[in-house]
Each structure stands twice: as structure tokens, then as C-alpha cells.
T-cell receptor, first 118, second 112 residues
Framework: DVKVTQSSRYLVKRTGEKVFLECVQDMDHENMFWYRQDPGLGLRLIYFSYDVKMKEKGDIPEGYSVSREKKERFSLILESASTNQTSMYLC?????????????????FGEGSRLTVL | GESVGLHLPTLSVQEGDNSIINCAYSNSASDYFIWYKQESGKGPQFIIDIRSNMDKRQGQRVTVLLNKTVKHLSLQIAATQPGDSAVYFCAETDNYGQNFVFGPGTRLSVLP
């Protein structure tokens, strides 16, 4: 069974702390993503990576950084957490679609990490 | 920018009835569309997908319809069950599976 695993389901941190959110996928997917999900705003892309050591900014990268040293692992880092970063963080991965006959481009999600910054 | 949106934020249906959840998209170049189900406190789960070269796809109790002329996507759930209660949202992407755009979601409530 395919799996995207996020290391922490719930975290509580204080303002100014450094926060690491880890994500591992076992599907050998090229693409990995970090989203945050807030009520009324839906899913917003923070960063994505299409290969090891490669990263691209999403819609809301400010205050975040990422690391992808291995294909299966994609980490989200909050260098100095702030209260407005309290949110649900979702990691996802996908294959690169390969033309019209590709079977799927499905985005597989982890269970989410709910971060509260006090 | 391009966006994917839903017509209704909430939908209540009687158990056993059919449900229809709608989605409008604006990027005519999108190649691939997905419906996700998200239960409270959990990550989104894949329900069904459809490529832009199709107009209908059926799964178990679910059907997705794609109308490219009016850029409309719908999810039909047959014989809705209490376990179907969740937030449903659509997503679109290009042919590289990198640029996903999500709708805000519709909350489906199944009434006994």
C-alpha cells in the first residue's frame, strides 16, 4: 500500500522556535510538496521539489524553507515560528505524468501535521 | 490567476439519496482532474480522477463528469452513506503533475 508518512501529527511550539516537519514517501515519486490548509483558504502550496536537492517556491514560501537530500524525504523548516504559522501542514507526492497514456498523476497525501504556535 | 472553485460550500443529503458535488475550473489547459475526500483530522484521500480526453469515468458508487466546454467538473455519489460525510474538493493539474490547483471544498453531510 502506498504511503506518505509525516513524522508528527500534532506539535505545539513557542514563538521563535525552530520547527522541523518531516515527510517520507515509499513510492519512488519524483515530486514532493508541502501545503498548508486553513479554514476558508483551502490548500496553499508552500514549496515543492521535483528532484533531489531541487526546490521551487509555491504560493506562500515566506517564513519557510525546505530540504530534499534524498528522493524519499522532504522536510519543511520554520526557522523562527510565528503565531500566524499555526495551521495544518500536509505533505504530498506524485509521479511525473508522462503524456496522455500515463495511468495516473495522483497526488498522494500524508495524514497531516497540526502545528500550534503559542 | 487560474483557479478551481466550488459552487456550494455545504451540501446535506438524506442517506440513500444520490449526491452531486460541483466544481468550476478556469484553466482550459489543465490536463488532469482529481476528486479528494477529507475526513475530519485526516489527510485528503483520492476518490477518482479523469483525464481531459475523457468526459466521464465511473468507480465504485462514484462517477466523475467533465464538461470542458463550460469548464465544469462534478462528482456523483450513488446511495450516499453516513461514511460519505466529509469535505470533498477537486483539483486540477497540468501534464507534469507539478502544478496542482485546489478548490476550497464542499462539506457533505448525510442525514439519517
Amino acid at each position: 500500500d502506498v504511503k506518505v508518512t509525516q513524522s508528527s501529527r500534532y506539535l505545539v511550539k513557542r514563538t521563535g522556535e525552530k520547527v522541523f516537519l518531516e515527510c517520507v514517501q515509499d513510492m519512488d515519486h519524483e515530486n514532493m510538496f508541502w501545503y498548508r490548509q486553513d479554514p476558508g483558504l483551502g490548500l496553499r502550496l508552500i514549496y515543492f521539489s521535483y528532484d533531489v536537492k531541487m526546490k521551487e517556491k509555491g504560493d506562500i514560501p515566506e517564513g519557510y524553507s525546505v530540504s530534499r537530500e534524498k528522493k524519499e524525504r522532504f522536510s519543511l523548516i520554520l526557522e523562527s515560528a510565528s503565531t500566524n504559522q499555526t495551521s495544518m501542514y500536509l505533505c504530498a507526492s506524485s509521479l511525473v505524468l508522462a503524456g496522455e497514456n500515463a495511468n495516473t498523476g495522483e497526488l498522494f497525501f500524508g495524514e497531516g501535521s497540526r502545528l500550534t504556535v503559542l | 490567476g487560474e483557479s478551481v472553485g466550488l459552487h456550494l460550500p455545504t451540501l446535506s443529503v438524506q442517506e440513500g439519496d444520490n449526491s452531486i458535488i460541483n466544481c468550476a475550473y478556469s484553466n482550459s489547459a489543465s490536463d488532469y482532474f482529481i476528486w479528494y475526500k477529507q475526513e475530519s483530522g485526516k489527510g485528503p484521500q483520492f476518490i477518482i480522477d479523469i483525464r481531459s480526453n475523457m468526459d466521464k469515468r465511473q468507480g465504485q458508487r462514484v462517477t466523475v463528469l467533465l464538461n470542458k466546454t463550460v469548464k465544469h467538473l462534478s462528482l456523483q455519489i450513488a446511495a450516499t452513506q453516513p461514511g460519505d460525510s466529509a469535505v470533498y474538493f477537486c483539483a486540477e493539474t497540468d501534464n507534469y503533475g507539478q502544478n496542482f490547483v485546489f478548490g476550497p471544498g464542499t462539506r457533505l453531510s448525510v442525514l439519517p
